[in-house]
């Protein structure tokens, strides 16, 4: 009896195991952005040019992302779609980065992003981002899942008012100013997640929660998982990205500042291109 309850015992945990290696599954998040810290003032625009801008900016900001994940590992990319051409004024705007794709390891704590500045493409190699959740009772239905509320706080550095300065001096002295420039406060994420999927992924460097982030709320921004997949018939491929250059985060963001320095002039404008 004894060497068969000892069986059955290696036996079960032996399925959990390859279970928990072969659980796999896809979500989809719907992206949607605040604009009402954005304002556009320029005496070279009229009104329904500022209007239309204002508008296709913000379709810009409504995307749908594809989170494709097993136990361990996951992948995060925007879904590729085929754009109807514009009619009437258009807006060319320089983009700085490309098409992002997101790995996570969550059980080696490692991130790797493959992205592009101008056309060059770079793959980012870091840690993953801790986030000090702060786990509420508090729960709601997304879809037919019970999800519970978690928040992470993050408080003012110094840093960020030294950087608020200097924005201010900028945005004061610009002609034409896009984005207002507020006094940095805490930044708070809220995130809902449901232990009925059991893996600690979430959307884009969200993680490190007892079960699937369905919902992540921070800044402007909205994510929300509008469909899910468990145990798809066709087994999902995890791949890490490994095109472009590798650098560190610090080499990248200080790429981005060059970049965003080559884009702004020396009263701090970043300039647009309008075509009708």
Not at 96 to 104: N, P
Not at 136 to 163: F, P, W
Not at 183 to 195: G, S
């Amino acid at each position: 009896m004894t060497k068969l309850i000892i069986t059955m015992t290696l036996l079960l945990t032996a399925t959990l195991t390859l279970s928990a290696q072969e659980f796999q599954g896809m979500a989809v998040y719907e992206s949607k952005q605040s604009l009402k810290d954005m304002k556009i003032e320029s005496k070279d625009m009229n009104d329904e040019m500022m209007k239309n801008i204002m508008e296709r900016m913000k379709k810009q900001f409504e995307k749908t992302f594809i989170l494709n994940f097993n136990k361990y590992e996951s992948v995060y990319q925007e879904e590729q779609k085929l754009e109807a051409p514009s009619k009437g004024i258009s807006i060319s705007m320089a983009s700085i980065g490309g098409s992002e794709i997101t790995y996570k390891d969550v059980k080696n704590k490692l991130s790797l992003v493959e992205e592009e500045i101008f056309d060059k493409p770079f793959l980012v190699i870091d840690s993953l981002k801790v986030f000090q959740w702060e786990l509420q009772s508090e729960t709601k239905k997304i879809g037919d899942y019970t999800c519970y509320k978690a928040m992470s706080i993050k408080k003012v550095t110094q840093e960020d008012l030294d950087n608020y300065e200097k924005e201010k001096v900028k945005q004061d002295a610009a002609k034409t100013a896009f984005f207002t420039v507020s006094e940095p406060k805490e930044k708070i994420t809220t995130v809902w997640y449901t232990p009925e999927i059991p893996v600690s992924h979430g959307p884009g460097e969200f993680w490190g929660l007892p079960g699937l982030i369905m919902e992540a709320s921070f800044d402007d921004t909205v994510l929300l998982c509008s469909k899910i997949i468990l145990q798809p018939k066709n087994k999902i491929q995890i791949k890490k990205p490994k095109k472009g250059k590798r650098v560190t985060k610090k080499e990248y963001d200080s790429l981005m500042e060059k970049q965003l320095e080559k884009m702004t002039d020396e009263n701090g404008v970043i300039h647009i291109q309008v075509g009708g």
